[in-house]
């Protein structure tokens, strides 16, 4: 199937503004523009082998409550432009060219956040604004740059942590911690690695003066 750049999938297809679900499966657009579509529940996108770019660019989809996005090997990224009132689930897997999750503090009433096999990855942006997130599960995201701001953060102490081979970020080896404790963990290792830097510099710059100090002599 041959691609095409752009499609926006939305209250002008008018056989389409009544759908409560909606499957996308290997669909050809570079670029997939989700407007209006007021009734939708459920989006699940797969397989879309040219797909580059996903955005929801209304307010209007009021309903929408679970999304899934998956096995979309070129998609770049995956962008809320506005307010989703509703969507409290929401899974990315095996998208190995997304770099970016992006617009997510416009979706506050989620509550489980699942990626994973997203080799790509480097910035989950606005998921420390989640109030009401009681899971995040992200494994095998292995360039992860970004995840929380863990100096400000609204995400529950209750909310359940699985992290897994992302990056820097410290592994939860499947066990049952919450946010507070991952928390700590996360501060634990910055603390660590600021500490070890730190004597690395003091040992060179000795190591420096010694060398200076034998030249002199």
Do not use: A
Not at 126 to 137: A, F, K, R, V
């Amino acid at each position: 199937m041959d691609s095409f750049n752009s499609v926006v999938v939305g209250p002008k297809l008018s056989n389409l503004k009544n759908l409560s679900k909606l499957r996308l499966y290997r669909s050809p657009p570079r670029e997939i523009q989700l407007d209006g579509l007021e009734l939708l529940r459920d989006l699940r996108v797969e397989r879309c082998e040219f797909l580059e770019g996903l955005s929801v660019i209304s307010s209007s989809m009021r309903k929408l409550y679970q999304m899934t996005v998956r096995d979309c090997p070129k998609l770049l990224e995956i962008r809320f432009r506005s307010m989703m009132e509703s969507l409290k689930v929401l899974q990315v897997e095996s998208c190995v060219s997304l770099g970016g999750l992006y617009g997510l503090s416009n979706s506050k009433k989620l509550t489980n956040l699942e990626i994973q096999w997203c080799d790509g990855l480097r910035v989950v942006e606005g998921l420390e604004e989640l109030e009401l997130l009681s899971y995040l599960y992200v494994n095998w995201c292995k360039s992860l740059e970004r995840l929380i701001d863990v100096s400000n953060s609204k995400i529950p102490n209750k909310c359940r942590i699985d992290v897994w081979d992302c990056g820097k970020f410290p592994y939860t080896y499947g066990d049952d911690i919450r946010y507070r404790d991952y928390r700590e963990m996360f501060l634990g290792r910055t603390r660590k690695t600021f500490n070890e830097e730190y004597e690395m510099e003091e040992n060179g710059s000795i190591h420096c003066f010694i060398c200076i100090l034998e030249c002199i002599c």
